[in-house]
């Protein structure tokens, strides 16, 4: 059913044919039949395919076309006839407008499903792969006040007022908060109270367009095992007056606030954070418990934003590679060495491999915090540094960024030929290209795949694929 008159919306009045109503600006009715990889909705409207975000499975919705293409559409929702068994109440009043969040409106097991769906589809549609043991996702008893890092960028009202929060869904405008019901919850006295403390400094908001004003991000970072606390500005220049006070204020004020950093990023860019950070008061990082080990993390750091899932998706790993203490392994993309402490107290030899300078002396100041001598960490992109080593791993760990590995490194380790390969990925598509990549002629097989929902409320998943060399190959 569609609706010729968009004035009327509760009037569906005669319907038209299908072509009539492809245009952007019409309203046409939609049964949301699955849901994509990205979050949104998606149905059908006649042959073509209507992709709605703020919609799950079950509901039936008026759609306005925004935008439209010959076989496919985005809309989003005018009028919500029937509501979907999977929907509930967003924990958060701007939900439906901050783009921090897809799925707050999702009940959390469809959330798990259809995060698991993705994986399947993945491994099946791209990687070609059949009856693969996809387990049920790590999932969390609460999925909110989970995030134990934020950045915001900062911006000013039309009044003059300090405004901190994310971007509306589909646009640069900003949705101001106080509080976020998915960071954890210590955070928000900051949250609120630093963007009055900005204001009553008179300190500048930087303005993207004009490449003008200061302060362009507030960053809050915390320990979620210690409750240690790291506030973090990211301005264009450094030259803030007060600076010094203020930090020591809030240190004064906020009792697990260990240190106050100036992050200086003056470039033209959508980045965030610049080469340069400079501690302004306190601490230059904050102290982390991760499955018992020590860590020091920095205020930009990378480490995953959920700790108690990426423990529980680490206990996984550990227990099955059931190390014996005799085993050189590798990690790929090692960071600041999360993933590679936790293996290396349990093996003979680790060696982890990273590109950023700054993650390799994080990780060796880490290795040194937990007394562990038999792990090496060395500078460089693992396209070169694999092959480089001078020793045959039995286990390499893999967690390249989004876009997967390169496929150099794929053929290194098919040329390597270690007996156990976990890739650890946040996306499923990238990932089901690399495991075909490496089961192509039967060298390697595809064990089984763990998700663990590091980020609920969204529509991201993270994964464990276990992959073993085939006993003839062997």
Not at 113 to 123: D, G, M, P, S
Request: charged content about 25%.
């Amino acid at each position: 059913m569609t609706i010729s008159d968009p004035q009327l919306p509760s009037d569906l009045g005669s319907i038209s044919p299908v072509t009539d109503l492809w245009r952007q600006g019409e309203l046409v009715e939609v049964d949301i039949t699955d849901i994509t990889e990205g979050g949104d909705g998606v149905g059908r409207f006649g042959e073509r395919v209507v992709f709605v975000p703020d919609t799950v499975t079950g509901d039936r919705a008026i759609v306005r076309l925004i935008r439209t293409k010959p076989t496919y559409a985005n809309g989003k929702v005018h009028e919500l006839l029937e509501r979907s068994p999977h929907r509930i109440r967003p924990s958060c009043i701007v939900a439906d407008k901050c783009g921090g969040c897809q799925w707050q409106h999702v009940d959390y097991d469809y959330q798990l499903e259809a995060k698991r769906n993705q994986i399947v589809q993945a491994l099946e549609r791209i990687g070609g792969f059949k009856g693969v043991a996809v387990d049920a996702v790590l999932n969390v008893s609460e999925p909110l006040a989970y995030r134990n890092k934020v950045t915001y960028p900062l911006t000013r009202s039309a009044t003059g007022q300090v405004q901190a929060g994310y971007y509306q869904k589909g646009s640069h405008q900003l949705i101001n908060l106080n509080q976020c019901p998915i960071q954890d919850p210590r955070l928000n006295p900051l949250l609120a109270e630093v963007k009055l403390d900005i204001q009553k400094r008179g300190w500048g908001i930087y303005d993207e367009k004009l490449h003008r004003g200061k302060v362009r991000h507030l960053s809050l970072r915390i320990g979620r095992h210690t409750g240690e606390i790291l506030l973090t500005l990211v301005c264009k220049d450094a030259n803030l007056v007060g600076l010094n006070d203020q930090a020591q204020d809030w240190l004064d004020r906020y009792p697990n606030l260990v240190g106050v950093s100036l992050n200086v990023n003056g470039a033209k860019t959508n980045g965030i954070f610049g080469k340069e950070t400079r501690c302004i008061a306190g601490q230059p990082h904050l102290h982390e418990r991760f499955l018992g080990l020590k860590f020091q993390i920095l205020p930009d750091t990378f480490f995953q934003v959920h700790t108690e899932q990426a423990e529980a998706l680490m206990k996984v790993i550990l227990d099955q590679l059931d190390l014996k203490g005799t085993e050189t392994f590798v990690d790929a993309y090692s960071g600041i060495g999360t993933l590679t402490l936790p293996i290396a107290k349990r093996v003979k030899t680790a060696i982890g491999l990273e590109v950023q300078p700054e993650a390799v002396e994080q990780a060796c100041r880490n290795a040194e915090l937990n007394q562990l001598e038999n792990v090496t960490f060395l500078t460089g992109t693992v396209e070169t540094g694999l092959p480089a080593l001078e020793i045959e791993p039995d286990i390499v760990l893999l967690d390249p960024p989004r876009k997967g590995c390169d496929s150099s490194v794929i053929e290194t380790l098919r040329l390597m030929k270690p007996e156990r390969i976990v890739y650890v990925s946040c996306n499923p598509a990238t990932l089901a290209r690399d495991l075909k990549l490496f089961c192509v002629d039967g060298e390697y097989e595809l064990q089984r795949v763990q998700p663990a929902d590091f980020f609920p409320q969204t529509a991201h998943i993270e994964c464990a694929a276990f992959l073993k060399r085939t006993e003839d190959k062997v």
